[in-house]
């Protein structure tokens, strides 16, 4: 057996507001080989977004144990794991081109050095051209391409996406997951993709994990047994069809 | 009426031009009795009859400022930063500040020139004591009205705390410290002026005290003049770090 990229173990997370108590999440297990694109579903609040926070490190869960290739998950570890949130989070007075080079910068990589591999995650994303553009002189989408290379930078084996394209209109949302699954095959990287578009996790993932209503439990786990390269066409065949359905089911069951 | 820039800078100059006629005309005419307020020409005029005297006594002044601001400001700033990057910090030292902020440091003053002595260390010690609550909290206060996410974001790309106070809050809240230095500053002159009011052996505030006592209104308007000429400086330099800023952010 190959070792997992991501490996989520009794996972457990509680929260306590003022002294309520709400469990997040429930006992989530979860392997994710290397290199497979898994997309997450589940109603608004069953905990996907915490999922995604204590892979990437940003929280110790309170019960259970993460794992990136085998090594537990006690902090962030950029190097490895890339994250790109739902807006694009870019920090405003830093240029396209400064705010991919940002963690590079916070590792001390010297300027012509980051500059320079910045420039080459721009390229990739398809923003050679804005480079020196700053946020508000972008559009939604080309901030989130921003984002995206920005996650890219330091070629990390995870990619973590949460709701990526969520604030973006149908057709950016098409194109930058083209752009993704682009990215994905030329790279080989593991994907975490949290979305809500249920035609979206189909078309781009090889896996679906559906979630419970809170607390947050793995209701499902779907093999998309769809051929790649994935094409439009293909959103309107059968199986297509058929896996949303069975996707729909648990999410209509959950949210009663 | 008041649309274009020009037309604001004109009317500005009209109601300055409006209170300092009103200055020199009322008490001129005995519309208020010149031991209360002598007219703008008399104030200037002891200004430059007293020249000697202010030019005397203004460096000690100014050196207090220049120490208290650096000392209150440079440490309010720092500390209120510091105070805003973590939550617990945040729960556990505001509430104290606050009721600290509510406290007339006025009463103080006496127990520093016990600690300090007559000269600068009182004057010095009390204006920072005085500012410093007040510009913390407008940092903490900026600071907060920051977007999480980005500090989120700079965490989960590997920024350590120093790291996002450096790259994330302080760039963000470029425009919250001038509004705290602004603050500051003027919480400074105004704390130095009053110490060497209550009790100085020297100092602009020392001579508006010793002119008043000696029921010689001219003389307390001349200092009142200079204490208005120094924050006046304060702020034309505000409003160039201020337009510095801005062109750094460009938004
Ligand atoms: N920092 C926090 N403090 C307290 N409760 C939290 C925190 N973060 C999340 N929660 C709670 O945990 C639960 C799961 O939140 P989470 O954001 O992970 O859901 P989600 O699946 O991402 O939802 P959505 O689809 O709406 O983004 C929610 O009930 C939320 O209120
Ligand atoms: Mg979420």
Request: glycine content about 8%; charged content about 15%; proline content about 6%.
């Amino acid at each position: 057996m190959t070792q997992s990229a991501v490996s989520v173990r009794a996972v457990t997370q509680h929260f306590t507001v003022e002294g309520q108590s709400t469990v997040a999440l429930d006992a989530i297990d979860l392997e994710i080989p290397p290199g497979q694109f898994v997309a997450l579903v589940g109603p608004s609040g069953c905990g996907k977004s915490t999922l995604l926070s204590l892979v990437a490190g940003l929280r110790l869960p309170t019960g259970g144990t993460l794992l990136c290739n085998g090594e537990p998950i006690v902090g962030p570890v950029p190097q490895r794991i890339g994250m790109i949130f739902q807006e694009a989070n870019l920090l405003p007075w830093l240029t396209a081109l400064e705010n991919v080079a940002f963690p590079l910068k916070l590792r001390g990589v010297p300027k012509r050095e980051r500059l320079e591999a910045a420039r080459a995650m721009l390229e990739l994303t398809g923003l050679g051209n804005f480079a020196d553009r700053l946020p508000h002189q972008l559009s939604g989408g080309m901030k989130q391409r921003v984002s995206i290379g920005r996650g890219l930078v330091q070629d990390p084996g995870v990619l973590l996406l949460d709701e990526p394209f969520a604030a973006l209109d149908e057709q950016t949302r098409m194109v930058l997951g083209d752009e993704v699954l682009r990215i994905w095959a030329r790279t080989g990287k593991t994907v975490m993709f949290v979305t809500h578009n249920l035609s979206e996790a189909v078309y781009l993932a090889d896996r679906i994990i559906v979630f419970s209503a809170r607390p947050g439990r793995i209701v499902d786990d779907v093999p998309v047994d769809l051929p790649r390269p994935r094409t439009f066409s293909m959103m309107s065949s059968e199986r297509f069809g058929a896996l949303k359905d069975r996707i729909w089911a648990h999410i209509r069951d959950a949210d009663h | 009426m008041l649309r274009t820039p020009s037309q604001i800078r004109w009317a500005q100059a009209a109601l300055a031009a409006v209170i300092l006629a009103g200055w020199e005309l009322l008490p001129r005419f005995g519309v208020i009795p010149k031991l209360f307020v002598p007219s703008l020409s008399e104030a200037i005029g002891a200004l430059y009859e007293y020249r000697a005297e202010y030019l005397a006594h203004l460096p000690a002044t100014l050196v207090e400022i220049l120490v208290s601001y650096l000392l209150a400001c440079g440490g309010g700033v720092t500390l209120g930063m510091l105070i805003a990057s973590s939550p617990r910090a945040r729960r556990m030292a505001l509430p104290v500040l606050r009721s600290a902020y509510a406290v007339p440091m006025v009463v103080l003053y006496p127990v520093m020139m016990v600690w300090f002595g007559l000269g600068m260390g009182s004057k010095v010690a009390f204006a920072t004591v005085f500012a410093f609550v007040p510009t913390l909290l407008t940092t903490v206060a900026g600071v907060a009205s920051l977007s999480p996410h980005l500090l989120e974001t700079a965490r989960a790309f590997g920024a350590s705390r120093w790291q996002r106070i450096l790259y994330v809050q302080v760039p963000a809240s470029l425009p919250t410290l001038i509004a705290a230095l602004r603050l500051g500053g003027a919480l400074v002159i105004v704390g130095v002026t009053v110490a060497e009011m209550l009790g100085a052996v020297e100092g602009l505030g020392f001579l508006i005290t010793r002119h008043r006592t000696l029921l010689n209104s001219p003389g307390v308007y001349g200092g009142i003049i200079l204490v208005l000429v120094i924050t006046s400086g304060h702020e034309v330099l505000l409003r160039r770090l201020e337009r510095r800023v801005e062109k750094f952010r460009e938004s």
